[in-house]
């Protein structure tokens, strides 16, 4: 079945410090990912969407200049959060669709968690 | 309103009865159902989807769509131990094409 990979799975740094999340579909193209933040027990909540060979389009209230977005292949999409503070420590997610379709199922990868000290 | 709303928890049923789980969800556009099963610490794993009024089956697993009621519910037959973890319905299509929302999860112990 469709894989995504998401590296690294565990960041721990200090305050400032910018951060890079690669997430990568194995055995599909996908023009179009996802990513999502979950803060401990929450659900998840849509950050932006990654998308190939154009700008990202993110949610409300996500700033766009601190969570920097490239989809640069239909294979890779990366999230850089930029100088990263505590509040910024989370759970970050990515997906992407299997399909041309958006509304297929989507696959996630296994998450990156983050914290900033 | 939420847009899409889960039966609140935690929800806890004996090993071998049947959970239920529900969902309701506010864009009557949407098109696509989704639910996903988390372990603690883990990332979003599909269990089923579907995209038309009626029941899905795939193994112990029952999905239940009633887009006129806006209302998707989630069956678990013969519950097991490992079958306790957040249940996340999720829902795309609408306004939000491409785009899931998840609800809020519900937590499901089976207990021995």
Partial sequence: GAVVSQHPSWVICKSGTSVKIECRSLDFQATTMFWYRQFPKQSLMLMATSNEGSKATYEQGVEKDKFLINHA?????????????????????????????????QHFGDGTRLSIL | QKEVEQNS?????????IASLNCTYSDRGSQSFF???????????LIMFIYSNGDKEDGRFTAQLNKASQYVSLLIRDSQPSDSATYLCAVTGG?????LTFGQGTI?????
């Fill in chain 1, 73 to 105: 292949s239909l294979t890779l999409s990366t999230l850089t959060v930029t100088s990263a503070h505590p509040e910024d420590s989370s759970f970050y997610i990515c997906s992407a669709p299997a399909g041309v379709d958006s509304n297929q199922p």
């Fill in chain 2, 9 to 17: 928890g935690p929800l806890s049923v004996p090993e071998g009865a």
């Fill in chain 2, 35 to 45: 639910w996903y099963r988390q372990y603690s610490g883990k990332s979003p794993e």
């Fill in chain 2, 95 to 99: 306004t939000s094409y491409g785009k």
């Fill in chain 2, 108 to 112: 499901l112990t089976v207990h021995p």
